[in-house]
């Protein structure tokens, strides 16, 4: 233990991988892609990741692959989700879903920086004792908060 707090890794997430290599896949054991994209929090449910690589939206070491792909310790893989590719290289294979710092050890990441938010326009504030707004105004609100007014139900 001693020697893992040298590394800066405090004792829940020691803990916590510990775990996470016990639930991992026996040797001789492979682990799906599908599921180790979501097992790492990468994507949010395993059926967004096999959705991902059926749709060639998956790399692994620049080939796309399918879900019942058998991933290892080494190699690259390319994600394109939420408008943005992320490239981690396997550190380690496990196969159920852990906690957000256990699940950053288990990879490298190399993906670029996210782009830039963009500026959010200000919200408008009406004037108090201004009144009800007419219909010109609230279509006006409607187009500044990206609504488009019309009844989205059903």
Aim: hydrophobic share 35%; glycine share 10%.
């Amino acid at each position: 233990m001693a020697a893992q707090n040298d590394q800066g890794v405090d004792p829940k997430t020691a803990a916590a991988i510990a775990a996470a290599e016990a639930a991992g896949p026996a040797a001789g054991e492979n682990v799906r892609i599908d599921s180790w994209i979501w097992a790492v929090r990468l994507v949010k449910t395993r059926s967004i990741g096999a959705t991902a690589c059926r749709g060639g939206h998956v790399r692994v070491n620049g080939e796309r692959v399918k879900p019942s792909y058998s991933v290892r310790v080494g190699d690259e893989v390319r994600l394109r989700h939420a408008g943005r590719e992320r490239i981690v290289v396997v550190k380690r294979l496990i196969r159920k879903r852990v906690g957000a710092p256990v699940a950053a050890q288990c990879y490298i990441d190399n993906s670029p920086p996210p782009p830039p938010r963009e500026a959010v326009a200000p919200i408008s504030m009406r004037d108090r004792g201004a009144g009800r707004p007419t219909k010109r105004d609230r279509r006006e609100l409607e187009r500044l908060r990206g609504l488009d007014g019309r009844f989205r139900g059903r």
